[in-house]
DNA sequence: AATAAAAACTCCCTTTTGGGTCTATTTTTC
DNA sequence: GAAAAATAGACCCAAAAGGGAGTTTTTATT
């Protein structure tokens, strides 16, 4: 028996959610968690094969929550389950330790396919999120840190003058960054700059 | 019985939500549909007394099918169900004709509550949102036409002169617009108002 | 019909943005 | 150890954004 840890605020989900995993035949809930906190407080007492996880908790970003999980609990396997499809969400999950990535409209199936593939020790991308990362892959858009950080600073609102103070660089230094990005995500200006990178989850 | 039809795409929802009503022993799903082509397509046939519209659907926006079925359909109670918990976007379901509105992460009391209340012709909202419908009623910014135009063209990366030629007007007057779109909005620059403009789902 | 409020519109002027081109370290990768 | 990428910096200049201070036209409301 495969013990799976819920973890989602979506009350009505987890309901659905639970009744799968329980007439799998091969896997039981073991715990349901509706926060961030309630999960790290139930982990200390009982660890399940696999954490359900997703993304969007009242209290925690998923992506965090990941990293700690596997810091504390390595042998937990964490698969993501959340209706974000964006590359460098997914990205961010994998990179903090996560074994698996099912979007939320994937197929009942997926979830169980998924479970065993994790206990498995195999890395389970749902259909949808693995058509994604191949063929991202290659046309993907990818920043270098001092470039992400410019970005979180423009989306913020400041100016290139102010940036510059604060990153202890020369204001023309920042301009070439900002022209760079602006090139690099094929905006045309601040205006497409801030949209891409907040659809594409960059910031 | 009430008749419930389920219109979601993500099928383990769907699962957890047709127990919980068929459950209720009140009420009962005569539908489910991935689609909205697909509910669209089962209204021509049978007609539910509540439809659980989403918002997020892979074909149609929720915001737009509300307001066709609406139109075909007067009779039946639309509600929507769904993860935005924006001001902006329940003002447009209510406006598009919805009879409730319930975020996913609700108790899933609720939404007996609400398909009792709105086959009551009662209109009914969840906690979370009802609680913001009345904090935000008077803080709320709200823009007038000319105004939502201009910020649609901004987000999608136009400059004043382009915008000045698309709606036949000076250059002044959309500078003009943009400077009272940065105060109300209380954006400091271009990159804050389109971070504004996203979050808030103005656009 | 009077009037107040909101919306639509114009001009001036300074700061910020953005396009182009170029140099020089440092770090990473093959 | 060479090539490639990242980091840091510079200068010129045109275009766009944004601050301030106005006028006219619609649209409500009494």
Redesign the pocket.
Known sequence: MITVHIVDDHKILVEGLKKLVDNSGFARTTAVSYTGKDCLWKLNFEQPQVILLDINLPDWSGIDLCNVIKEKYPQVKVVALTSYSEYSIVRQMLENGASGYIIKNAMPEEILLGLQAVTNNETFLCEEIDLLMNKRSLEQI?L????KVLLKYIVDGY???EIAEQ???????I??Y??KL??KLNA????V?VRIALEQKLV
Chains 1, 2 share one sequence.
């Open positions: 990818w270098t840190p001092r470039e100016t290139n003058p990153m202890f660089l020369a204001v023309d230094t301009n070439n900002r022209k602006l090139c045309r200006n601040t205006a700059l």
